[in-house]
C-alpha cells in the first residue's frame, strides 16, 4: 500500500471511530435509564411549631424521576391549608452517574391553634407513586391579640357545618335593646371576613325588619384585624344610627351580598410533557383563574323594643326632640331704641334628633313683638358625636323700659334617664329706650268744693300702662259703624241675589231662544202655516156652521155653508171668496162633488126660501166637513 | 207677546225684591254702645279688652264687615297676625274692595312677612275685579244674550249687529266665570292662627317638614284624624293638627270643627 492511501484509511477510521464516540455519548445522556435509581420521595415541614399569624413551609423532594406530579390532600379549610408555591429541578452527573431531583415547596397556614398531623402525600413519576410520611406539627394562638371596636362582641360563626358561616359574618353593635319612637341611635355595623380568602362586596350592609331604619352607608369602612373563636378576621366597620319609627316589638337583622373567589388549580398536563418550565405555580396564578362563589353574610337577629313617648310629665313646649341638649341664648345688641329689632340667638347643642328640634317659643308679652325665627343645623358626621341647631329670631321692644329679654325653654326627652327635661335660659338684661309711653289719664276729682289738683302737687306713680305705640305702624284707623251683620258668610254666588237672577236669565234665554227655533221653522215652511192657518179658519168656519145648526134657521145655515165653502176654496184657489160661483165648483171640483149640490141649494136658499129640516142640516154640515177636510 | 215680556220683566223684579240678603241690623243701641266700648279700648292701647268686646259681639250678633275689621286691627296691635289675617279675609269676603281692609291687610302680611310666591297670569287677571263684580259682569253677559234674542222677535236686526252682540255677551260671561271659578279657592282657603311645624306623616312624632308661619293661607286636602293635609300659597305641603287652623268661611264647617 502505498503512503497516500495509508493516510486516507487512517483518515477515515478516524471519522467513524469519532461518529461512534457521538453517538454513544448521545445515547448515554437521552436514552431513558430503565435501570436508573428507584423514586424516591421525602417531605420536611419547617418550622414544626408556629402560630396562626405565621405559617410554615412545606418541602417535598423527590428523586430519581426527571419528571413527577403532586397531589395534595384535602384539609380542613377551618384549621389548616397547604398553598403551593413553587417547583424546581436538578440534574447531577457525578462519576458518570446521572440523577435528576425535583423539589415541591409549599406554604402551610393554620388557623386554628392546635396539633395535627399533615397526611402522606402522593408523588407520581417514572410510572410510581410514592407518599410522604405524615408530618406533625403545632400550631399556637395569635400573638396580636385582642379585638378592636366597641359594641357587642361579635357572635361566634354559627354552624360549623356551613363553610360560608365562618367565612364570613355580621355584626350590628347596639348599646341598648330598647328605645323610644323617634329616637336615633348611634350603632356600629361590622362585617367579618375569614383572613387570606378573597372577597368582593356587591354593596353595602342593609338592615331587614320592622321599626328600624338605618342610615345609608355612604362612608367607606375601616379595615382592621380581629380574631374570633381562634380565627383571625378581616373586618369592616362602619358608623351609621338607626331611626326609631315604630312602637312594638321588632326583629331585625343585617345581611350583605358578596363574591367569594376561590382559586382553582389549573392543569399540570403541558403540551411538552412534565417540562420545568410549565408546571410551575407562577403559571397558575398568572394563567389559572377563580372561581366565584355567592356568598350572603349575615347578623345574628336581635329583637328591639320600641316605646312611645310617656305623657306623663310632658312639658307643654314639647315638640318631640329627644337625646340629650343644651341650650344657650344671646342676643345682639342689647342696648336698642323702641321698635328697633333685636337679634335673638338661641343655640341647641348636643345629640339626639336634630330634625325635631324645634325653637324655643318666646313667652307671651305685650313689651315683644317676635318674628318667626330661622334655623341653621350642623350634623354630627355620627349619631354618637355632637351637633348643634342655631335659631336666629327677630324680636322687637314695643316700649321704652323693658329690662329684659325673658328666659326661654327647650324640652326634650331624655331615653337614658327616662324623663322628660327642660332647660332655661338665664333672662338677659337689655336696655330699650326711647319715649316713655303716656301715663293714664288721671281721674279727676270729684271732692264737692275742692280744687283741681295743681301742678306743684305731687303726681301720683303712674301705673303700669299698655304701650300706645302700634305694634303694626301705618294701619288706617278704625270703622265707627260696624255695618249690617249675617249669621254666615256666604260667597255672593251662593246668595239668592245672584243666583235668582241668573236663574230667570236662563230660563228666559231657553224660552227665547225657542221662540226663534219655532219662527225660523215656520219661515223656512211657508206652506205649513198657510196649511195650518187654513185648517184654524176652517174650524172656525165649521164652528159658525154649528151655531147656526143650532139656531135651526135653514137660512142662515145654508149661507155659512156658503161662505165656508167660499173661503175654504177661495184660500186654495188663491182667489177672492166673492168671485167663487157654482160654475166655477162644478168646472173645478165636478158634478158629482156633493159639495156643488149644497152650494147650489145655498144659492137657491138665498132667492127661494127654501127650508130645511134638521136632520137635512146637519147632514149637510157633515157632508161641507168631510168634502172641505179632504180639499 | 208683550204680555208675555211683561211678565218675564215683573217676575225679575220680584226676584231682585226676594233676594235681599237676611240681614238684621248690628246697630242695636246696646250693641252699639258696647262696640264703641270696644273701639275706646283699642284707642287706648288695651288691645286685649278690645278683641274680648268685639269676639263677644261677633258670637252675639254675627258678621259684619266693620266689626271683623275692627276686631282684625286689634289683633295686629296685640301681635297675633294669624287671628288678624283670619279676621281681616272674612271681613273682605263681606265688603270685597273695600280699600281699608285690602290696605290693612296687606300691611299685616308685609310686616309678618308672609309673601307669597308670584301669582301667576291668569290669577292677576281675575284679581282685576272684585267676585261680586265678575258675578255682576256674568249677569250682564247673559242679560246682554236674552235681549238680543227678545229684540230679534220684535225687530229685524242686522247679522253683524246680532253677531257682535252675541259674541261679546259671551266672552263677557265666560270671561267673569272663569274669574269666578279661580277666586273661589280663596273662599275655601283656611288661616294658620298659631306656628305649627309641618309634618310628614299624619300622626305625633313624625319627622317635620318645615313650619307653617302665622298667617299663612293654606288650602286643605285630606283629613286624617286630628290631622289636616294642606297646601300652602307658597307650594308647600304636608299634614299639620287641625287646632292651628281656622276656615276663612265659618259658617259652613263651625260644626265641623268643633266636632274635631
Known sequence: MSHPARQHTIRAAGRHALALLAIMVLVNVFAP????????VSATLTPESF???EGARLTITVSGSRSAELNLPETDPADYEIIQRGRSSQIHIVNGEFSAAITFTCLVRAYRPGQYTLPPITVSGNGETQTTPPLQFVVTGSRQGGESGIGAAPQQPA???????????????????????????????????????????NGAPTLTGDGLIMDQLTDKPVQTEEVVGGSRYTVLTWQTSLSNIKEGVHRVQLGLDATLLIPERRSSRSFFGQSPFFDDDFFDSVFGGYREKPLTARSEPIEFTSLPLPDEGRPAGFAGAIGDFNLQVSATPIEAEVGEPLTLTMTITGNGNFDRVQAPLFPESAGWKTYSPSSDTTAPATASQEGSKVFEQAIVARSAGIAEIPALSFSYFDPVAKRYVSRESMPIPVTIKGPVPATAPQTSARQTGQAAPTAAAPQAQPAPQLALTPAIPGLAPLHLNPGKGVSTITPVYYRPVFLVPVALLLLALAALSALHLLRRHRLAHPEREEARRRELMLQEAFAGMEGTLATGDSRAFLAGCRTTIQGHLARLWNCRAEAITRADLLERLGRDNPLVDIFTAAEQSAYSGVRLDQPTMRSYATTVKAELEKL | MNRHIALLVLSLLAALGICLPGVHPLGAEESGSRFHAANTAYSLGDFTTAIAIYEEL???RGYSPGLLYNLAGSYAQAGLVGKAVLNYERAAKLAPGNADIMGNLNLVRETAGLFATEPRVIDRLAQLLPM????????????????????????RLLPRTVITICCLSLALTLTAALAVIRQQQ?????VVVSQTPLFISPFDGAGAAGTLQEGRLVVPGKRHGAFLFVEDDTGRSGWVRQTALEPIIPSATKEENNSL
Open chain 1, 51 to 53: 402560630s396562626t399569624d
Open chain 1, 159 to 201: 354552624d360549623p357545618e356551613s363553610g360560608q358561616d365562618r367565612i364570613a359574618f355580621l355584626a350590628l353593635g347596639l348599646d341598648r335593646r330598647e328605645g323610644y319612637v323617634g329616637e336615633i341611635l348611634p350603632v356600629q355595623v361590622k362585617a367579618y371576613f375569614r383572613k387570606g380568602l378573597r372577597a368582593s362586596l
Open chain 1, 33 to 40: 435509564r430503565g435501570t436508573a435509581a428507584e423514586l424516591d
Open chain 2, 132 to 155: 261680586h263684580l265678575w258675578l255682576l259682569a256674568v249677569i250682564l253677559g247673559l242679560a246682554g244674550l236674552t235681549g238680543l234674542l227678545l229684540a230679534g222677535l220684535w225687530m
Open chain 2, 58 to 60: 261677633t258670637a252675639e
Open chain 2, 186 to 190: 280663596e273662599w275655601q282657603g283656611w
